[in-house]
């Protein structure tokens, strides 16, 4: 029998159990030791020295970066260490603009609570000549250079999860930020995809997805000659409640309807209703490839960072990516098809998309969802900026009585809700696969592999002689491994899942922030607990079966190919393209 190993913290024995460095054992002896650049889904770093410990023999160092090692005695909270990390901590404060009460991060801004934590109420050095360029030139993200205190955080995930590289650390001393390539606006990156998850780990206001829309949002609300539609993304109702105290996880889809009308919205739909379409045109589309062997394997659409990856850095895969256009870019066109049936004018329904996902925003500015200049999603706001508008409202919206969807378009199945989850299209595509091959059995068939909360996942489905092999990627690191496998001959599918956000749309760059992989996990079970509770797949579900004959056609039809689904172009840069576009 191996002999217990243990660390010594603060004179109590604590076990090592597989901790890779000091500061997860720390912090399972219940000391929150406070830290800025240590980040659960990334490397360790020991940038910030706010997490220093004094361990005896080797002296002062940053917990992080140190693997414990049985009998190591460990003091975390000696006067040097505690008059260190103040230090620190004021010469973080010092090298930015944290001017909290007109920051759109207050209250919920990493720097704004360690300050609380360590008690810092005066800052004893002189502040460095501030960078107060603020880039808002892409409608995902905004950059406020001013705030950054050069953590690295955004640099490592662009790197390490999103295989990236679109920022970096440029220029040295106090000239050093965070820049993308030739220090070039985000707007006019080429490498950057929009996916946000730099802003989801900044711990700061200093990447920030954009949420300038809030005010023309309220502006069309308050026009007398438009109308104003709202429809809410699955991932928005496990996620809003959060920010105003609620259970992480909990669905207050209810809540939701309610704050919406509360807010002055004239329609208040279901974004799941986009989704259980999305699914039958995407459906139908791989049983037709899959039937001739044509343009496998099929990948979702649905991401639209990811289909600016595709689009980017791997264009040799745009044949395999579904035509369907995403669930959010199906419902612009339809409502807007709706309004012009009933006698209004497109161009007088304004369509407000709420979306966990900062990428969403630029996936509607894209120039081929314009009809004449109006485009089939107006604006697109974030599950926090709709907290934002609550808020700012006056609306109590933990005691808000549960309302229901409006019709038509309220109408959703389980199917269309898990589209949150990573692998909830996949399993929805699926659902409907085997109904339309073996109606019989549809229900028989478990999709337990695909609801694990892994980054890579996959299932076979067997129905009599047909054998349907899948996959469910997310994170585009690992999306890119997979491409370079299905290449090289090593991987073989015939449909696959892809999200940017690893975890799916729950870990959106617009959803409340987190850490770890416990928030995601408890947001899909919510997602998935409602999928219990609705019809199970989409074809179930009546609003959309009612569109075709009405506004659609036939399912692929020319009218339903015109409004639900769409094209992609390479988009990958070359040395000297730019000069000879000149």
């Known amino acids: 029998m191996e002999k217990e190993q243990f660390v010594i913290i603060e004179g109590k024995r604590v076990p090592i159990e597989g901790e890779k460095n000091l500061l997860e054992l720390v912090r399972k002896?219940?000391?929150?030791?406070?830290?800025?650049?240590?980040?659960?889904?990334?490397?360790?770093?020991?940038?910030?020295?706010?997490?220093l410990v004094e361990v005896e023999g080797m002296g002062i160092v940053a917990s992080c970066t140190v693997a414990p090692k049985d009998g190591m005695k460990v003091r975390v909270n000696s006067d040097e260490i505690r008059k260190l990390r103040r230090i620190n901590l004021e010469l973080l404060l010092s090298s930015g603009n944290h001017d909290c009460t007109l920051c759109s991060k207050s209250n919920n801004c990493k720097l704004q609570k360690l300050a609380k934590d360590?008690?810092?109420?005066?800052?004893?050095?002189?502040?460095?000549?501030?960078?107060?360029?603020?880039?808002?030139?892409?409608?995902?993200?905004?950059?406020?250079?001013?705030?950054?205190?050069?953590?690295?955080?955004?640099?490592?995930?662009?790197?390490?999860?999103?295989?990236?590289?679109?920022?970096?650390f440029a220029f040295r001393g106090f000239r050093s930020k965070i820049a993308t390539a030739f220090n070039k606006e985000l707007g006019q990156s080429h490498e950057c995809v929009s996916c946000g998850q730099c802003a989801r780990v900044c711990p700061t206001g200093a990447l920030m997805p954009n949420s300038s829309e809030i005010e023309?949002?309220?502006?069309?609300?308050?026009?007398?000659?438009?109308?104003?539609?709202?429809?809410?993304?699955?991932?928005?109702?496990?996620?809003?409640?959060?920010?105003?105290?609620?259970p992480q996880g909990q669905n207050v889809d209810g809540k939701i309807a309610a704050a919406l009308r509360m807010l002055g919205f004239d329609y208040v739909y279901d974004t799941a209703f986009a989704a259980d379409l999305t699914i039958v045109e995407e459906a139908t589309e791989f049983l037709e490839r899959f039937k001739k062997g044509a343009n496998l394997p099929q990948f979702t659409s649905c991401c639209p960072a990811w289909v600016n990856y595709v689009e980017k850095f791997a264009p040799e895969f745009i044949p395999n990516l579904s035509t369907a256009r995403s669930p959010m870019q199906m419902m612009?066109?339809?409502?807007?098809?709706?309004?012009?049936d009933r006698g209004g004018k497109r161009e007088d329904l304004v369509v407000v998309a709420v979306m966990p996902c900062s990428a969403k925003k630029s996936e509607a500015k894209r120039g081929e969802f314009y009809v004449d200049g109006n485009p089939d999603t107006d604006y697109v706001v974030t599950t926090v900026a709709l907290a934002r508008m609550i808020k700012e409202a006056g609306i109590d919206f933990v005691n808000l009585e549960n309302e229901w969807f409006d019709m038509p378009f309220g109408t959703k199945t389980g199917a269309g809700v898990i589209f949150g989850a990573s692998g909830g299209v996949m399993?929805?595509?699926?659902?409907?696969?085997?109904?339309?091959?073996?109606?019989?059995n549809a229900r028989s068939v478990k999709f337990t592999s695909l609801r694990e909360p892994k980054v890579f996942k996959e299932k076979t489905v067997t129905i009599g002689d047909i054998k349907i092999r899948t996959a469910v990627v997310s994170g585009l690191k690992n999306a890119r491994k997979l491409l370079e496998d299905i290449k090289s001959g090593k991987d073989h599918y015939d449909f696959i899942e892809v999200m940017s956000c690893q975890g799916g749309c729950v870990a959106g760059a617009g959803q409340p922030q987190f850490d770890g992989w416990a928030p995601r996990k408890v947001r899909a079970e919510g997602l998935y607990q409602e999928d219990t509770e609705l019809a199970y797949k989409s074809q179930d579900n009546s609003g959309v079966t009612a569109l075709y004959g009405r506004i659609l056609d036939k399912i692929g039809g020319p009218v339903a190919h015109k409004l639900l689904h769409t094209h992609y172009e390479s988009k990958k840069f070359r040395v000297g393209e730019e000069d000879a576009k000149k």
């Open 118 to 168: 360590l008690d810092v109420t005066e800052i004893r050095f002189k502040s460095k000549k501030l960078d107060s360029h603020k880039d808002a030139t892409s409608p995902a993200l905004v950059r406020d250079h001013s705030k950054c205190i050069l953590c690295g955080n955004c640099v490592r995930i662009c790197n390490e999860v999103q295989g990236i590289g679109a920022i970096d």
């Open 427 to 440: 399993e929805a595509a699926l659902r409907y696969a085997v109904a339309e091959l073996d109606p019989a």
């Open 332 to 340: 612009g066109p339809i409502l807007k098809a709706d309004f012009e």
């Open 29 to 51: 002896a219940h000391f929150n030791i406070v830290t800025f650049c240590y980040h659960p889904e990334l490397a360790a770093y020991g940038a910030c020295r706010l997490c």
């Open 216 to 246: 023309e949002v309220f502006k069309a609300i308050n026009n007398p000659a438009k109308k104003v539609a709202v429809h809410i993304a699955p991932a928005v109702r496990v996620g809003l409640g959060e920010i105003f105290g609620l």
